[in-house]
């Protein structure tokens, strides 16, 4: 999902388009109404309980539920192996009930609406962030960069290319420095002691959550930032990693971006925050990290944890020189066994809307009018027309290819070779993060809804041929400990929750931010599971080494 200036794309577009736009606004006011009669009837049906199936809305397949628990605003659980899961949902019995969506919002598109002028209100407000800049480097052509029997990009066979060296942004909330005012992006004058008083209770040993934001989204609007704020309030200091080309106002030095987010960026990013910002273990730290990710966001989170368990798994030899030596870090580089000390760990993650097959996430049957129409010009602008000289010096023919796109899912497929690949079946081979998921250990919780109009619950139900044609969801209920909660409500991102299954409009609860003031915002259930289930994970495997 895009950022909360989709919400005045239209009125943008200028006159020249007046008649077009009114036909889309007919159109979508029409969908919207025929959505809310659907769901009002829906609600009437459950409450009957005449409906015993869950039915799949592109191919009419019927999916049973009779091994699910169902409860509230919840449709379907799923959940893997380990029985330590059972002591989570324990700890947060708000996964078992899903989402309470008020009534008058309850509409998939409707849902959209007070939650976008919240994080619109939130973008122009601005959390004070600390912001780092930080260099990253890749290889030119990651296409052959692999090592027989391992099925990811290999850092021994990967050469970093200097032209392919980019910054990175990473904002930090509270701020790691509260001294260094001119690392905020909050530009208000009472930022810096603000900030300082925020981070009072906060320091080095203090639980961190990196966000990977959704599509053209970035740390002031992820899309929003409700979760930060309440991450705050629980003790999670939040990173945002804004991925390149997604700061705003920072154009793209190197022709290198992938609109899901690259691996080994994330790699390089990870050890600077560990070794730089937070210290590492031979210093007596402990910091224990999550990983979450948003939309598009939960992409690249569910490829690097797929690639970084793997090596655990399989004492996989990497001396990690491609993200460790842009760093300067060597500490961790030796020829001892202990491998698990260089590779990437997480207490948990959470991934919000992921659309699994990211081949054909971004079909308009999937990705439905008007936001698949809507994006795909945002994206021309925002990834290739503001970095169009440096992107055509690389490869003009790609460049052509891209501005041709009419759906996201051909812009995606034409922008192949600005993600390091050749072509779009090279890329989708490499990085589609359905690939390897079944190799994830990290304890994951993923929060789907079967309104969702950008990312169709179907793909969780479709068979993959790579996993001798088993659903994701058979993957799910067969791994150690993912976790899916598909929900009956909460569109794609908002999950708005009412004080009661009764209630007509969204709840709000005190933003913690404003501590000295009578301020609000919205109650979204997604962020509460959230930050509810980072504690009881922390609680439950957070001892563990192999998570810390």
């Known amino acids: 999902m895009t950022n909360s200036s989709t919400l005045f794309l ?18 979508f006011f029409i969908i919207i109404f025929n959505d809310f009669i659907s769901s009002l009837t829906a ?23 009779s091994n699910s628990k169902i409860g509230g605003g919840l449709k379907q659980l799923l959940k893997g192996t380990d029985p330590m899961l059972n002591e989570i949902l324990k700890r947060v019995p708000s996964i078992e009930k899903g989402p309470s969506a008020p009534l008058l919002f309850g509409n998939r598109h409707l849902q959209f609406v007070p939650w976008l002028i919240q994080n619109e209100i939130h973008r122009r407000e601005e959390i004070p962030f600390q912001r ?45 420095d509260d001294d260094d005012d001119n690392n905020t992006t909050n530009n208000n004058e009472d930022s810096a002691s603000s900030s300082s008083i925020l981070s009072s209770k906060f320091n080095r040993t203090s639980p961190i959550i990196f966000f990977m934001p959704g599509l053209r989204c970035y740390s002031q609007d992820m899309p929003g930032n409700m979760i930060i704020r309440r991450a705050y309030a629980d003790g999670f200091r939040s990173i945002v990693v804004n991925r390149r080309g997604h700061t705003p106002g920072m154009k793209l030095k190197a022709p290198r971006w992938n609109l899901f987010g690259d691996v080994e960026d994330l790699e390089q990013i990870y050890w600077y925050v560990r070794e730089e910002l937070v210290g590492g273990s031979d210093e007596g730290i402990t910091t224990p990290f999550f990983l979450h990710g948003i939309s598009s966001g939960t992409s690249v989170v569910v490829s690097a944890l797929s690639k970084w368990d793997y090596q655990r798994e399989h004492h996989h030899r990497d001396d990690y020189s491609y993200a460790r030596r842009r760093n300067g870090i060597t500490s961790f580089v030796d020829n001892n066994n202990n491998n698990n000390t260089k590779i990437p760990s997480f207490v948990a993650s959470v991934l919000i809307t992921p659309g699994y097959d990211t081949s054909k996430v971004l079909l308009p049957k999937g990705f439905r009018f008007p936001y698949n129409d809507i994006l795909t010009p945002m994206v021309k602008q925002s990834f290739v027309k503001q970095n169009e000289k440096i992107l055509r010096d690389f490869n003009s023919d790609a460049v ?29 081979r490499h990085t589609n993060p359905t690939n390897n998921l079944h190799y994830i250990t990290t304890p994951t919780f993923v929060l789907n809804s079967i309104d969702d109009p950008c990312c169709d619950i179907g793909n969780l139900y479709e068979p993959s041929i790579r996993h001798g044609n088993k659903t994701y969801a058979q993957i799910v209920e067969e791994s150690q400990r993912v976790i899916v909660a598909v929900t009956k409500t909460g569109s794609h991102c908002p999950f708005l929750q009412g004080d009661s299954p009764f209630s007509l409009l969204p709840s709000f609860i005190r933003d913690p931010l404003h501590t000295n003031k009578r301020r609000y915002m919205l109650n979204s259930w997604a962020d509460e599971v959230s930050i509810d289930y ?11 080494p192999r998570f810390l």
């Open 10 to 27: 239209l009125s943008e577009e200028g006159s020249t388009k007046t008649s077009k736009k009114k036909i889309l606004l007919w159109i």
């Open 43 to 65: 609600v009437m049906d459950d409450n009957n309980n005449t409906v015993s199936t869950f039915f799949i809305n592109n191919n009419n397949d019927v999916m049973s539920s």
């Open 132 to 176: 780092i800049s930080i260099e990253v480097t890749g290889c030119e052509d990651k296409t052959s960069s692999r090592e027989d029997g391992f099925p990811f990009l290999d850092h021994n066979t990967c050469v970093p290319s200097s032209r392919m060296n980019d910054i990175i942004t990473i904002d930090v909330f509270p701020p790691f």
């Open 400 to 428: 052509d290819a891209t501005l041709r796109a009419t759906t996201l899912q051909e812009f995606v497929d034409a922008a192949a070779p600005f993600a390091g690949y050749t072509n779009s079946s090279e890329y989708y």
């Open 534 to 544: 980072y504690k009881a994970a922390l609680e439950v495997y957070g001892d563990s």
